[in-house]
T-cell receptor, first 113, second 113 residues
Framework: SQTIHQWPATLVQPVGSPLSLECTVE??????LYWYRQAAGRGLQLLFY??????ISSEVPQNLSASRPQDRQFILSSKKLLLSDSGFYLC????????????FGSGTQLSVL | DQQVKQNSPSLSVQEGRISILNCDYT??????FLWYKKYPAEGPTFLIS?????DKNEDGRFTVFLNKSAKHLSLHIVPSQPGDSAVYFC????????????FGKGTLLTVNP
């Protein structure tokens, strides 16, 4: 069966510090991978999605970047965090034939202070 | 521009009664709609979906209704149980294979014993 791992579960970082969140998927090949963010009082906003290794699409201009160094690994990064980067970050995956159904990781609560 | 709208931030119902969660959308290109359920500090989990070629889909206590002319869908939970208390997100995607979902802001459902 397929599983998705996302870590860490919580993270407190000072403004201006770097960020690296990692997500890995097991049990499937060539998944579409996504990073979403839920900011306080807001819905789930799509940040990045990837249909293959090295292929990243950015949905909104922001202080973050994403990379996909391996088929089932997706990384969210920042060189210098801003206060506005605080939020609940979710990695998700989907495959063709699933009719758009996304499977989410457990999320990372990021607090930038 | 919010393409998927959940205008009720919260809903409270008594155990055993019906819960009705509403969702409106503006993008006529959306052809597949999903509901996700989210508990605090966890990733959303898929609940039920409906294709634009249907107007109703039922799965146990959960039924989703789609009114394309009104660009409106609703999720009915009957009977409601305390374990249903969670945030419910409506999501939609256009035709095609990239499976990018657009989410609403969510509705917090509280089912009181």
């Amino acid at each position: 069966s397929q599983t998705i791992h996302q870590w860490p579960a919580t993270l407190v970082q000072p403004v201006g510090s770097p960020l690296s969140l990692e997500c890995t998927v097991e049990g499937t090949s060539n998944p579409n991978l996504y990073w979403y963010r839920q900011a306080a009082g807001r819905g789930l906003q799509l940040l990045f999605y990837s249909v293959g290794i090295g292929q990243i699409s950015s949905e909104v201009p922001q202080n973050l970047s994403a990379s996909r160094p391996q088929d089932r690994q997706f990384i969210l990064s920042s060189k210098k965090l801003l206060l506005s980067d605080s939020g609940f970050y979710l990695c998700a995956w989907s495959v063709g034939g699933s009719s758009g159904k996304l499977f989410f990781g457990s999320g990372t609560q990021l607090s930038v202070l | 521009d919010q393409q998927v709208k959940q205008n009720s931030p919260s809903l409270s119902v008594q155990e055993g009664r019906i819960s009705i969660l509403n969702c409106d959308y503006t993008n006529s290109m959306f052809d597949y709609f999903l509901w996700y359920k989210k508990y605090p500090a966890e990733g959303p989990t898929f609940l039920i979906s409906i294709s634009s070629i249907k107007d109703k889909n039922e799965d146990g206590r959960f039924t989703v209704f789609l009114n394309k002319s009104a660009k409106h869908l609703s999720l009915h939970i009957v009977p409601s149980q305390p374990g249903d208390s969670a945030v419910y997100f409506c999501a939609a995607r256009p035709g095609g294979s990239n499976y990018k979902l657009t989410f609403g802001k969510g509705t917090l459902l509280t089912v009181n014993p």
